[in-house]
């Protein structure tokens, strides 16, 4: 089963940018949907963006909040998937954490393998 990696997290400030990675160092990651999911403190994890299983291409999915300002991609070669995080916010502070499994689930419940997560912390 594949393991995950994640790197990448840090402090910005509003409106700056931040680079998340989800490295796959068992199994291959292009077999399987990954999906990012952040929780804020006292919040619930919650998805954030995803993208499908590498079948011709792969189709991204993102919660509104974040639509227009993060991008979700694949590099197959290094076995990684990405997280860009522009015009960022301070709601978008929490533990980001990315998650493979058959599908994109919005219950992080469902997917088959998670990695430790990374913190992102925007200031105002």
């Known amino acids: 089963q594949v393991q995950l990696v994640e790197s990448g997290g840090g402090s910005v400030q509003a409106g700056g940018s931040l680079s998340l990675s989800c490295f796959g160092s068992?199994?291959?990651?292009?077999?399987?949907?990954v999906a990012w999911f952040r929780q804020g403190p006292g919040t619930e994890r919650e998805f954030v963006a995803g993208i499908t299983r590498m079948f011709g291409n792969s189709d991204t999915r993102y919660v509104d909040s974040v639509k227009g300002r993060f991008t979700v991609s694949r590099d197959n070669a290094k076995n990684t998937v990405y997280l860009r995080m522009n015009s960022v916010m301070p709601e978008d502070t929490g533990v980001y954490y990315c998650a493979a499994g058959a599908d994109l689930y919005s219950d992080y419940n469902d997917y088959l393998a998670w990695g430790q997560g990374t913190q992102v912390t925007v200031s105002s």
């Open positions: 068992r199994g291959t990651l292009s077999a399987y949907a």
